[in-house]
């Protein structure tokens, strides 16, 4: 008994095997989790270290070449890319492929302790190293808090409460800010007041640190009781900060209040700014736990803010920046439709050509294993999202091959008058094994992509896991549940004698007519056969190459680029108008902006860029994605006008992994000099061509430094050393914190500095007093300061691997970045380098690179897999040789399709062919297989290999035909556009060759002769 047999002898548990897969399958849909695109964990980290008032050169030899070193330890460390300026280092260091989110913890772990460790060798005034481990988190929701009549501090208590309320909410992990300011306590000096009662700064800043220290004045028993003795004196309000009394030296004693101004403020220049719709703003994102469900969140939080809206004061509003679970539902309801309609199209084409009974029964099988495949995504771990819907949608015509294969052999059988119960048996045995093995390949076809480590890899994983799902449910469900519904619904048809033979039609006849020629002249059919596929190895070089699509989000985003070294209020400045031009154009309904930094992580294929008050980003919201094409190069066209000391760009979301710049030159060498003079030739170069534009390097330009020249005898003799002289400076405009203030939970920091007009009035640094030790009273600086120069500097330098890199960025203004780097990258590579120094290609050359890398290291495994079951279940060599060379001429409708639809050959598209090595070696397999069972039945080769052919036409053209018509709905999304036109016109076109150059094949590698009579002789 085999399986047919069992399943129809057990009917009963068959069918409730198939309904359990149905309504099972329906209630887990509910269940599953859902996300707008498949997370991929992000394998860095930042290493962030203060080193006040020391130069980027400074900072990268003292502080960022030490770190480094200690990092450089780590057995799991991919690379080491550092950003040291004035004041700071920030390391980026990314781990191998190979580890995951489960060990990347423990990775971060023993970072911190070689980073721990390094500590004791930085410079007195650097660390301590602070590790950012969480820098690839997303807050999938992200709000600005605004409201036109409110004061900072107002909308500050409105995002205290929200964070406070929020952090509650189901699936809620973590809530962060953008933009919020940081309040301290300033007290500005009267420097002139101060020489005269000649009261040194350090008497102030002793007073003021010793009055808001915490004391331990210990405990007393009294009795049975311990008492804590607490003394007063402690600050509690500015008006005690006013009271403060200071001794100029003498018996006498004066207040603060008579040389200082004390008050409460926010700390300046901030580090970052936001504006919603030109309205000052707070930001707000909130991220989900692991596992979580976003959508869930989403729904929690808009009822939570429901709730929590009578403590929200009238005219505070909630900006939406990005809230992932409305972008979530609209994807997935736009996907289950496109599923629907693929699911619709193929069941119509099935009932087109292979009946109504027949065609229904297919669908029901489609249903159901569709169904199944929900419920082992769940403890699989795989949610519902665009790469898992667009898998099923890749899948669907697949899963119907292996249904239609035993239907059809079945409807065969009873069509010529066999029982139909051992129809069933006989085709599933005869069947069974070679469905099962070219299902195993061409579930083996996507493996390398499900088990690459790398960020694309993950990001595309949830592919190859519900192909794996799908394809074996649909050949559990072939082999079980289609022979016993065929039992149930298939009747033979009324006898004569011209449905006696199923395949008298005009049709199989002309098929059979055309076959008998092509191997009759089986030299030209090959020969012009490879021509085509030499013609189409030619064609794919004009065939555009990319990474992944850009998104079809209605959003962009407009890089402000001031130059370096630019206030963060004159960026501020530009921004506002850009905003006020923004809001003005058609389609634009929302604009945000974020000054000094990129924004919180929304989006996990945003990176956001790192601090630097002369940057700014717009997120530009659109009544329509389709704008967004001819919106960003007008705006840039006008920005060149309305802010012309700054460089902008605009540039549409992505839908993977990958960032801004796709084209960057990256040169490495000891030298910064030089290095800026051979990325000014490359920048030459790029500007020269015309669909170029965002061309900028990563050290920017060099900024103005003034360097008080210290007279050292002078210095020396008034007991003033170089930090006196930098404390003056500091105190004079910035201001420098002195200590804390402690306010509830609040630690404030208390700022000494100058009143704001001796700060705006770079002129009195003439007339700055600093304290004499030896003179005991305040001398002017100018006494120990011989002069003032002003020199430039780099305030930005990267390093790579511990080699200082300069990046040089370009993208193209139109068509992809693969054209424009063609064109440009001999250019780039003809630059003389001296020695030393090298060139390396960064962007999407080397994302492409680097995932095509573990891809192409892993595919050969999977291929010889492949070979062994084709090997395996023929039990011969030649027959699978036959096979694989037909694999390749997929290519010819590759090429074909890619170049008629312009669509580039991305990495989908590089999926999508990897797919049709499996959808054609099962197509072959079925075929083979055929012509076997032909050959034991009769003793004519050529008759055989023509039956075989004939009998294999429809379920073969049918898998073909449902799987791309099926694709028709990814047709209209940006993201699989390129791997659909790949698979339908690859599909099609090798399916056409398969059942020619098979046969054709076939009778070259067993000698049949054209002639019946000579072929039986042969195959005797």
């Known amino acids: 008994m085999n399986i047919a047999e069992a399943s129809i002898n057990n009917r009963v548990v068959t069918l409730t095997f198939a309904v359990v897969m149905l309504l099972g399958g329906l209630n887990a849909f509910k269940g599953l989790s859902r996300l707008e695109d498949p997370e991929f964990t992000i394998k860095d980290a930042l290493v962030v270290t203060r080193y006040p008032g020391a130069s980027a050169a400074e900072v990268e030899e003292e502080v960022t070449d030490r770190i480094e070193i200690a990092i450089q330890q780590l057995g799991q460390l991919d690379e080491i890319e550092s950003r040291s300026v004035r004041g700071m280092s920030t390391l980026t260091v990314s781990i191998k492929n190979q580890y995951d989110r489960n060990s990347l913890p423990q990775v971060w772990d023993e970072m911190r302790r070689k980073v721990g460790d390094a500590q004791g060798e930085l410079p007195p005034g650097a660390g301590p190293s602070l590790v950012i481990d969480d820098y690839g988190d997303v807050f999938g929701v992200f709000i600005a808090i605004y409201g036109e009549e409110y004061s900072y501090a107002e909308l500050k208590d409105v995002v205290d409460l929200l964070r406070r309320e929020l952090l509650l909410v189901q699936d809620v992990a973590k809530i962060d800010t953008y933009g919020e300011f940081v309040e301290a306590i300033y007290v500005e000096l009267e420097r002139d007041r101060m020489a005269e009662l000649g009261i040194p700064t350090s008497a102030i800043i002793r007073e003021l640190t010793n009055k808001n220290i915490a004391s331990d004045a210990g405990r007393v028993k009294v009795g049975p009781e311990f008492i804590s003795i607490v003394p007063t004196g402690e600050l509690n309000s500015v008006e005690d900060f006013e009271s403060v009394l200071i001794s100029p030296g003498s018996s006498s004693q004066i207040f603060l209040r008579d040389v200082a101004k004390v008050h409460r403020g926010y700390v300046e220049p901030p580090s970052t700014l936001m504006r919603h ?249 090959v020969t012009a056969v490879i021509g085509m596929f030499v013609a189409s190895l030619w064609g794919f070089g004009y065939v555009d190459q990319s990474f992944f699509p850009p998104s079809t989000r209605p959003q962009f985003m407009i890089d402000v680029w001031m130059p370096q070294g630019t206030h963060i209020d004159d960026t501020t400045r530009a921004v506002e108008e850009a905003e006020t031009y923004l809001r003005k154009q058609d389609g634009v309904t929302h604009v945000n902006s974020l000054v000094g930094q990129g924004s919180l992580r929304f989006l996990l294929t945003y990176t956001p860029e790192k601090q630097d008050s002369s940057y700014a980003q717009l997120i530009v919201d659109v009544d329509d994605s389709s704008k967004i094409a001819t919106l960003i190069p007008k705006i840039e066209s006008d920005f060149k006008e309305l802010l012309p000391d700054a460089l902008t760009y605009g540039f549409p979301f992505e839908l993977g992994p990958g960032a801004n710049g796709k084209i960057r030159a990256r040169f490495s060498g000891p030298d910064p000099t030089v290095l800026r003079e051979i990325s000014q030739q490359a920048e030459e170069i790029f500007r020269a061509d015309p669909n170029a534009k965002a061309i900028r390097t990563d050290w920017r330009q060099r900024v103005k430094i003034v360097e008080p020249i210290l007279s050292e005898q002078q210095a020396n003799s008034n007991g003033i050393t170089r930090t006196d002289v930098a404390d003056v400076l500091l105190q004079a405009f910035q201001g420098f914190s002195i200590g804390l203030y402690r306010e509830g939970d609040l630690l404030l920091p208390i700022i000494l500095r100058a009143p704001e007009a001796q700060r705006a009035d770079v002129a009195s640094i003439q007339n700055l007093q600093i304290w004499s030790p030896a003179a005991q009273g305040m001398i002017p600086l100018r006494q120990v300061v011989a002069g003032f120069e002003t020199r430039f500097e780099d305030e930005i330098i990267m390093r790579r691997d511990r080699k200082p890199t300069i990046t040089v960025f370009a993208d193209p203004k139109t068509g992809s970045a693969s054209v424009l780097f063609n064109r440009l990258r001999p250019q780039i590579e003809a630059i003389e380098l001296p020695q030393e120094y090298e060139l390396e290609w960064g962007g999407e050359y080397e994302d492409t690179a680097n995932a095509r890398g573990p891809l192409m290291a892993s595919l050969p495994i999977f291929i010889m897999m492949m070979v062994l079951i084709t090997i395996a279940l023929f039990n011969s060599l030649k027959e699978p040789l036959i096979i694989w060379l037909c694999v390749p001429l997929a290519l010819i409708g590759v090429t074909g399709g890619l170049l008629a639809t312009a669509q580039p050959f991305g990495f989908m598209a590089l999926l999508g062919f990897l797919s049709l090595m499996g959808m054609l070696i099962k197509n072959a397999v079925v075929l083979i297989d055929e012509i076997r069972l032909q050959r034991s039945e009769t003793p004519d080769l050529l008759t055989a290999i023509l039956n075989s052919g004939t009998s294999r036409l429809r379920p073969v053209a049918m898998a073909a035909s449902t799987t791309a018509l099926g694709m028709i709905p990814l047709l209209l999304d940006a993201f699989f556009i390129a791997m659909a036109v790949t698979i339908i016109f690859g599909l099609m076109f090798a399916t056409l060759l398969t059942m020619i150059i098979v046969p054709v094949l076939y009778a070259i590698f067993y000698g049949a002769s054209s002639d019946p009579v000579e072929s039986a002789s042969a195959t005797n």
């Open 277 to 525: 719709d030109g309205n000052a703003a707070i930001g707000l994102g909130i991220s989900t736990v692991s596992g979580g469900n976003v959508v869930v969140m989403g729904e929690a939080l808009k009822q939570r803010l429901i709730e929590l809206e009578p403590r929200i004061p009238l005219g505070v509003e909630l900006g939406l920046v990005s809230v992932q679970s409305e972008a979530v539902t609209e994807a997935i309801s736009g996907f289950v439709i496109s599923l629907i309609e693929a699911v619709v199209i193929v069941i119509v084409v099935l009932l087109i050509f292979m009946g109504l009974r027949s065609g229904l029964l297919i669908g029901f099988v489609l249903v159901i294993t569709i169904s199944g495949t929900f419920i082992f995504m769940g403890p699989w771990g795989i949610a519902l999202e665009r790469i898992s819907l667009g898998a099923l949608i890749i899948a669907l015509g697949m899963l119907v091959d292996n249904a239609i294969v035993v239907v059809d052999g079945i409807l065969i059988r009873i069509q010529k008058g066999e029982d139909a119960t051992a129809a069933a048996a006989a085709v599933v045995n005869q069947t069974a094994v070679p469905l099962l093995g070219a299902t195993i390949v061409a579930v083996l076809a996507f493996a390398a992509i499900g088990t690459s480590d790398d960020s694309t890899g993950e990001f595309c994983r949830s592919l190859f896991q519900v192909v794996f799902i799908s394809l074996g449910l649909s050949w559990i469900t072939a082999v079980t549940v289609t022979p016993l519904l065929c039992v149930m619904f298939l009747k033979p048809p009324s006898s004569s004698a011209d449905e006696s033979d199923p395949y008298a039609s005009g049709f199989y006849r002309g098929y059979q007519a055309f076959l008998r020629g092509c191997i009759r002249a089986r030299w030209v059919t």
